[in-house]
């Protein structure tokens, strides 16, 4: 078997290997910084809405972090008869998962902020004792939220660099979150600053804000995960375009001079990829080692390629990918 085999594939690259090191890295560096800020905010959150939903919007963006490691574990097993394909859609349930939890939680946490202007609810938030002075307890509240949004800059784009690398879905959400994170902990001092200022109804709207901010994350990545799980054409890491892979495969086979026509059937299995080529031969019959070296030339082509599939037939299946503009 050559080093890049067409079946059945879990090893990585070197360039690959060295930025899932990292990732892992970040992944755990970011639980450990955000379950220090999930403590920190509780010592200060007050009667603020706003705080409080920001509070429950750093405990939620562990789950895409969770959801990574968890999913590793996973997919690195190579497959067997009873899972042929590999465990690689573990990827895929993980980020389904992260996306339910962000719209379940975001959703119940809308429908609290909504029912609170309407009760015309005036949070307080009174004073606290620190060093023998007493100050208002919204300044600690502000301070914390300005010295929290530190954390995800930095690991958010850290990510955002990792996840085109790996093709990695999960990586690239949990980075697009954590660089929207500084809109939360904006929205969460200005709900503050106007619990201080008498416009009481602004810490609703704050509270409000954040938890359409978290529906939003949990909608876009449900969708993603899901049509994926449902087989859709592979499309790139960010989901906006289909991935270039499938017409360097097409440009690939018909190049070869054997070739009358070609086809592909490409699917994301969760960072790798399933792929089904479809061969129009220029002669009636094709030897096997000929199908056996495309194979292996196709899985060549690019990492991800963890399956290939070639079949010999007379006319190109409608559906199959011919690599014509999406």
Known sequence: MKAYHQFGRTDLPAEQHRALQKAVRWEYATIAYTTVTIFLVAFVVGNSQAMRTA???????????????????????RPTVRHPYGMHRAMGVGHVVAGVALFAVGSSLAYEAVSGLIATEHPTIGTVDLFGHTIWLGWLMILVMVVVVIGPLIYGRAKAKLAPVLHNKILYAD??????????????????????????WLDGVAALFISLGIIWDGVRN??????????????????????????EIVEHLRAQRWVSDAAVRMRD??????????IVPRRRRVPVARIDDISESI????????????????????????AEPD
Not at 269 to 278: L, R
Request: glycine share 6%.
């Open 55 to 77: 509070w429950i919007e750093d405990m939620l963006s562990l789950i895409p972090q969770v959801a990574f490691l968890i999913s590793l574990i996973f997919v690195r097993r």
């Open 175 to 200: 980075s697009d979150m954590a660089k929207a994170d500084w809109q939360t902990n904006a929205a969460s001092i200005v709900g503050v600053l106007g619990v201080g200022i008498g416009l009481w």
């Open 222 to 247: 449900t969708r993603g995960a899901v049509v994926d799980l449902m087989d859709q054409r592979a499309r790139t890491y960010d989901d906006k375009y289909p991935h270039p892979l499938g017409r």
């Open 269 to 278: 299995q969760g960072q790798v990829f399933h792929v089904e080529a479809f």
């Open 299 to 322: 899985a060549e082509l690019d990492w991800k390629v963890q399956d290939v599939v070639v079949i010999i037939c007379s006319v190109l299946p409608e559906e199959a990918d011919a």
